[in-house]
């Protein structure tokens, strides 16, 4: 094979084929500050509805900073999993629903949901450390929310933290190095390497990408990082069941509360109907975001 269709042969040749990739998928060549942090982000629905009591979910985990593998919900392997990831669950986003923290709606003494499973102390323990949504719903780092547990005695691995799901869900930090590179390599699932790029034949249906991305993709010289690709920027209707749509900067997939803690798009991929997306963005600048 030759060097244009096999960019293994060396680490310069992989690095520029990815380069040239990302330039494709970016809209041309990125103005990166060099001061500027990116990171990745990845929400999904199906996860979120089963996310307590979960034995990861422990003060001390939150706090940590050491990325850690979670175990796999699906327990099967699927093209493009998350579940290869590390996660950097201090920077991870938990966000609360408003009614549940208001204890209004389905919550209180009154509600089908009954009282939360905190008081009003941890409430306001809480709202002290995050950031608020447009829908009043209240987002905070695991590295916040961690400490906050222990001293208020919330545990999120026992069985009473089930009535949790659907009313506390999580954003998960993809862990990366903050670079730009970094971030969509991650986001494209090639931070392993030309070995573990998805072939067309691992998938049953799809076998281009939608409009205007089979025709831009072409340019990517390797076949091999080209299929990879296509599969990320399947129409909608074909994403559904594989691979995923590659949404740009057009919008934000599953979630735009990122936009709340100061973050700003730079690619987003949707998978499934919506119910899973990965965001890279441009992290806030204050201290302790990135």
Not at 177 to 192: I, K, P, V
Request: proline residues 8%; negative net charge; contains cysteine.
């Amino acid at each position: 094979m030759t060097a244009e269709t096999d960019p293994a042969t060396g680490p310069s040749g992989w690095d520029a084929a990815l380069a040239g990739a990302f330039e494709i998928l970016l809209g041309g060549k990125p103005t990166v500050d060099p001061a500027a942090g990116y990171g990745v982000y990845h929400a999904s629905d199906p996860f979120d509805e089963f996310l307590f009591p979960n034995p990861w979910a422990t003060p001390e985990a939150l706090t940590c900073r050491e990325p850690r593998q979670l175990p796999d919900a699906d327990q099967e392997w699927y093209p493009y999993s998350p579940w290869t990831w590390r996660f950097d669950l201090s920077r991870s986003l938990f966000c609360f629903d408003a009614d549940l923290l208001a204890g209004t709606g389905p919550w209180g003494e009154g509600g089908h949901k009954g009282p939360r499973p905190f008081d009003d102390a941890f409430v306001a323990d809480l709202r002290a450390v995050s950031s608020v949504d447009e829908d009043g719903d209240v987002l905070v780092y695991g590295g916040e929310l961690g400490p906050l547990l222990g001293r208020h005695g919330v545990d999120l691995t026992d069985e009473k933290s089930r009535k949790l799901n659907g009313w506390v869900s999580v954003l998960l930090r993809v862990a990366t190095d903050g670079t730009l590179t970094d971030a969509m390599r991650a986001a494209t699932f090639t931070e392993r390497g030309p070995g573990h790029l998805v072939s067309i034949h691992d998938m049953t249906y799809a076998r281009s990408a939608g409009d205007p991305w089979e025709e831009r993709l072409s340019a990517v010289t390797y076949p091999g990082l080209r299929d990879h690709l296509r599969m990320l920027c399947l129409t909608r209707k074909d994403a559904r069941s594989e691979g995923g749509f590659y949404l740009g900067t057009d919008g934000w997939p599953s979630t735009c509360a990122l936009e709340a803690v100061g973050c700003s798009l730079v690619a987003g991929w949707g998978f499934g109907e919506s119910q899973a997306g990965t965001a890279v963005v441009r992290l806030p600048d204050r201290p302790g975001a990135r």
